[in-house]
């Protein structure tokens, strides 16, 4: 079975065939897919009323566990932001009700965010949605291939992590 990589590369191969064109075959598939994955995660937060920033941070609190709270310099670390744009983002995202600051117990001059009743409905309504749409992505896949899939992308990851 032929994609549109295969023409890529092929005509790359035609110009320049001193070149080892076999990054091309991965990366340009995974940049593909990873344009259909943007195009399906943005459809099922905006179906939920929800943005993809929104998703990452609400997400991050959701996975924390109850009482979904996590201090500002944590939700840095899970949402890999800067400082500047964590705290616009809390800013948003409590304007709308999905987010609340409380004082840090622990911690006089510290504050924690915390997912509030609302929060937590719109990003579990948004993470079902989002796995339907990547289970339609990998639907073609056989579970031994998504398997084997997922532990080459973790080797390809891991010098980043």
Do not use: C
Request: no cysteine; hydrophobic share 40%; glycine share 6%.
């Amino acid at each position: 079975m032929r994609d549109e990589v295969d023409e890529l590369v092929e005509a790359w191969a035609r110009e320049r065939a001193d070149l080892d064109l076999a990054p091309v075959e991965v990366f340009s598939r995974i940049g593909r897919l990873a344009r259909h994955l943007d195009l399906a995660r943005r459809s099922a937060f905006t179906s939920h009323g929800i943005e993809s920033w929104e998703f990452d941070v609400l997400a991050a609190l959701r996975r924390a566990g109850e009482p979904y709270e996590l201090s500002p310099g944590r939700l840095l670390r899970e949402t890999l932001v800067t400082s500047g744009t964590m705290t616009n983002r809390v800013d948003r995202l409590t304007a709308r009700g999905l987010v609340e600051r409380l004082p840090d117990p622990h911690d006089r001059r510290g504050v924690l965010v915390r997912l509030t009743p609302e929060g937590k409905v719109a990003v579990d309504g948004a993470f079902e949605a989002l796995l339907e749409a990547e289970g339609r992505l990998m639907s073609d896949l056989p579970d031994d291939d998504r398997e084997q899939l997922a532990a080459l992308l973790r080797r390809l990851l891991r010098p980043f992590s």
